[in-house]
């Protein structure tokens, strides 16, 4: 690993107590942020002179590794139109040939462009478990190991949420062909967390949660012993879940239940800050104000929720209820927080038919006011002490280049309403990782190996196909 920088001078930085000039910060050697002196108009001697703004890197709450290979193959009209469970049945068809070998070229080559977009951590949801045709491989992590493999190479932080997932529906009917990859009981899945535990202690490049699949693949005793098992070994990780994200999973949960999925989640479990309910779509009021008040973060996705036709989350209900949100991008259709906020206000903005929608009474700028929400949230869901840039706080870090026409001249807020709104690129210039550069000038060190086993996937893949 390459060693922490240790003190870093920007002319421009967003710290956690507002915009400030002629920052200097110093890196301990865990990757931690030790001190920041502002107004330092003599840097230190051996002080690393940055060539942009310095901003806390993005959170991802939510990703699908494997789902990177098949973007753009569910793109395709069928006879009787589409909807998001025939874009599933694509993404089991796709599935059945990712392997170990294959799911850690295609996660490698994905955090690449995560961290190039800005992204500094990613909580990755993975419920590949077994091999294809659904044996448990000899060793029940080696899929979690690939996917370990594949962030650790690259250097973006993991939050690795192993998934629970033992039923197709509701009432607990029975998993398909399709799904036998993605199954636990509820003691296997402890095996499997204690196995992972054992493996990797928790560090700077890895932290340990667990999601639940959905309210559809687990009953009630399950969902139960599933965080039971989380709590015994990790009391402080992330429980992540996908909720009310399609209305037919709202109407199957309230025949089967009497309860609407986020209303009976509230009144079944503890929810609190630890955990993640991502993409919460179909809310009432009552369950938006719950939602917020619970201190849960509503793990928001808006390219794949458009992407898949899922509908739109209550975002202006919500904020305005003081609900805290995190950004996934899922299945990866886009990989770039700026695409995800700018949807984010747009969605609102058409169905409201009025402008300046998610910016807060304190933060009037949109730009600003959504960064910094989502840099909150999404350290919140990841489980890390990361997205403020104060001391005590890991060094994950983007300088964005201002020195772009979009960004030149724009004053602090400004510079992340031009970023979000207005900007082409990434104008992602370098990204430090607790402390350690991953990329510099827009390139990461290993990106041409990368590439490289990413397209040999992508073509055994084909000829397997
Ligand atoms: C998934 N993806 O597990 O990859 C899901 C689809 C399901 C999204 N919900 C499968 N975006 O929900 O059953
Ligand atoms: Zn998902």
Redesign the pocket.
């Known amino acids: 690993m390459t060693k922490p920088a240790k003190v870093l001078y920007a002319k421009r930085a967003m710290l956690a107590d507002g915009w400030a000039q002629d920052v200097q910060v110093t890196i301990d050697d865990h990757g931690n942020i030790a001190h920041i002196e502002k107004n330092q108009t003599t840097p230190d001697f051996n002080a690393e002179s940055l060539q942009g703004v310095l901003l806390p890197g993005m959170a991802n709450c939510h990703s699908?590794a494997f789902?990177r290979a098949m973007v753009g193959l569910a793109e395709v009209r069928s006879s009787q139109g589409d909807d998001?469970w025939g874009?599933?049945d694509t993404?089991y068809r796709f599935l059945a040939a990712i392997g170990p070998q294959e799911l850690q070229a295609i996660a490698a080559q994905l955090y690449v462009e995560m961290l190039k977009a800005g992204y500094t951590g990613v909580a990755e949801?993975h419920?590949l478990h077994h091999a294809p045709g659904g044996a448990c491989y000899d060793d029940p992590a080696e899929m979690s190991h690939a996917i370990i493999r594949g962030a650790t190479d690259v250097g973006i932080q993991l939050t690795l949420l192993p998934?629970l997932y033992q039923f197709s529906d509701f009432g607990s009917v029975a998993a398909g062909p399709q799904q036998q990859r993605f199954l636990h009981d509820g003691e296997r899945f402890q095996r499997l967390l204690e196995q992972l535990a054992a493996s990797y202690p928790n560090s700077q490049q890895l932290n340990h949660g667990m999601a639940l699949?959905?309210l559809?693949?687990v009953d009630e005793p399950l969902l139960h012993q599933g965080v039971a098992t989380l709590k015994g070994l990790h009391p402080n990780g992330p429980i992540h879940i996908?909720i009310a994200?399609?209305e037919k999973?709202v109407a199957a949960c309230l025949v089967h239940s009497g309860q609407r999925p986020v209303e009976w989640l509230l009144d079944h479990c503890n929810v609190d800050e630890h955990w993640c309910l991502?993409?919460a779509t179909h809310l009432n009021k009552r369950e938006c104000e719950r939602l917020a008040a619970s201190k849960a973060v509503a793990g928001l996705?808006p390219t794949?929720?458009a992407n898949?036709g899922?509908g739109l989350f209550p975002a202006v209900d919500f904020l305005h209820s003081g609900g805290r949100f995190a950004l996934g991008s899922?299945?990866h259709i886009s990989v770039s927080p700026v695409e995800e906020l700018r949807l984010l206000e747009y969605g609102q903005r058409l169905t409201h038919k009025r402008r300046t929608l998610l910016a807060g009474e304190a933060q009037p700028s949109v730009g600003a006011s959504l960064y910094s929400q989502a840099l909150r949230g999404g350290a919140q869901a990841l489980g890390i002490k990361s997205g403020t840039i104060a001391a005590g706080m890991r060094a994950d870090f983007i300088v964005l280049d201002d020195n772009d026409p979009t960004l030149y001249g724009k004053h602090n807020d400004q510079l992340l309403d031009s970023w979000i709104f207005a900007s082409q690129r990434p104008n992602v210039k370098d990204v430090m990782v607790a402390g350690c550069w991953k990329i510099q000038d827009g390139r990461h060190i290993n990106e041409e190996q990368i590439q490289q086993d990413f397209f040999r996937t992508i073509d055994r893949l084909n000829n397997q196909a």
């Open positions: 699908h789902q998001f874009w599933r993404m949801f419920y998934v699949h959905s559809r693949a996908h994200e399609q999973e991502v993409h996705c794949t929720e898949l899922d899922d299945s």
